[in-house]
């Protein structure tokens, strides 16, 4: 490919810290997506209950679809996603939790 055609596509990172208030809820919502999913072969079904029955990290990965995030966003297409969650210690008040860390305003991006 040309640098021309290359410079089409944008590589969007996203990172959030969610909240689980409700595991039940949240196992419950996952179980029932992995179970409406009819082009789920049943061993795969049958790997992907387990695991969101033993981690709320994995139910809200079965929950959460990138395309979902740039599907209404005028004039592009999702052509490659990849998204993983895991359990973490998470303290707010950290300095290591900056949400402002990777900003580079020198590269041209603006804090959001």
Not at 33 to 56: K, N, S
Not at 78 to 83: C, E, P, R
Request: glycine share 6%; net charge negative; no cysteine.
């Amino acid at each position: 490919m040309s640098g021309d055609e290359t410079s089409r596509f944008v590589r969007l990172r996203v990172e959030m810290v969610v909240e689980v208030g409700d595991a039940e809820k949240l196992t419950g919502a996952a179980l029932t997506r992995i179970a409406e999913d009819e082009q789920m072969p049943g061993e795969e079904r049958a790997h992907a209950e387990a695991a969101v029955r033993e981690d709320e990290a994995e139910a809200l990965a079965y929950l959460v679809d990138p395309f979902d995030l740039v599907s209404q966003v005028p004039g592009t297409e999702l052509t490659q996603a990849s998204w993983s969650s895991e359990k973490i210690d998470y303290d707010p008040d950290s300095p290591d939790w900056d949400p402002d860390e990777d900003d580079d305003e020198e590269d041209g991006d603006e804090p959001r």
